[in-house]
């Protein structure tokens, strides 16, 4: 399983990004999630989704501002940004998963990761 994470960039406070993840394959119980690793901090969840479902979830630190959501016939996961605050600023990374999980260490299926830079 391959995933393709794209769409980071620099930007300033209060500006939006999106970004995109793409699964070579995903079945309807699967959960792709978007965790981020600032510099020196542990990789952290940002958001899920259950691909058939549709249920997202979110971390408290992102709730109102993100928003996740899947184009089913492009096989593809979003995570709309905005709001960005210069405490965002992370490599953002998507990963797949059969069961939800919050700890990253249980994700067997990552993409590269994409740079997110918020200047303030």
């Known amino acids: 399983v391959q995933l393709q994470a794209s769409g980071g960039g620099l930007v300033q406070a209060g500006a939006s990004l999106r970004l995109s993840c793409a699964p070579s394959?995903?079945?309807?119980?699967?959960?792709v999630a978007w965790f981020r690793q600032a510099p020196g901090k542990e990789r952290e969840f940002v958001a899920s989704?259950?691909?058939?479902?549709?249920?997202?979830y979110y971390a408290d630190s992102v709730k109102g501002r993100f928003t996740i959501s899947r184009e089913t016939g492009k096989n593809t996961v979003i995570l709309q940004m905005n709001s960005l605050k210069p405490d965002d600023t992370a490599i953002y990374y998507c990963?797949?998963?059969?069961?939800?999980?919050?700890?990253?260490?249980?994700?067997?299926?990552w993409g590269q990761g994409t740079l997110v830079t918020v200047s303030s």
């Open positions: 394959s995903v079945f309807s119980s699967s959960v």
């Open positions: 990963a797949r998963r059969g069961t939800l999980s919050y700890d990253p260490r249980e994700y067997k299926y």
């Open positions: 989704i259950r691909w058939g479902r549709g249920s997202t």
